[in-house]
Nanobody, 126 residues
């Protein structure tokens, strides 16, 4: 059974940092593209960042470029999202996702991912 368990969310002030973690089990982690998505109340789920299977390539939404860093540890089967200079508009439920057969052109599409976590809440106050 595949499980993705996110942690690290919380309530912070604008300008603060958070590091999200996603621990994976039940899958051959190193063969999956890993991604982070987020969903704010009343909005659609949106792409945040993703990382290639070996971790050598990272992809970011424009909203997080220069502030967010995605990384992975294929031994620990964990993917991370370091978020700096947080803004109130970053407030959302953050989801971890895993996709095995993802091609580059689909790496930002939620529908391309096979497995999802339950999410961790990030709230940024102004």
């Amino acid at each position: 059974q595949v499980q993705l368990v996110e942690s690290g969310g919380g309530l912070v002030q604008a300008g603060d940092s958070l590091r999200l973690s996603c621990a994976a089990s039940g899958l051959e982690f190193r063969t999956y593209v890993m991604g982070w998505f987020r969903q704010a109340p009343g909005k659609e789920r949106e792409f945040v960042a993703s990382i290639s299977r070996p971790g050598s390539n990272q992809y970011y939404a424009d909203s997080g470029k220069g502030r967010f860093t995605i990384s992975r540890d294929n031994v620990q089967k964990t993917v991370y999202l370091q978020m700096n200079s947080l803004k109130p508009e970053d407030t959302a439920l953050y989801y971890c996702a895993a996709g095995r057969g993802i091609i580059l052109s689909a790496i930002r599409e939620a529908g391309a991912y096979d497995y999802w976590g339950q999410g961790t809440q990030v709230t940024v106050s102004s």
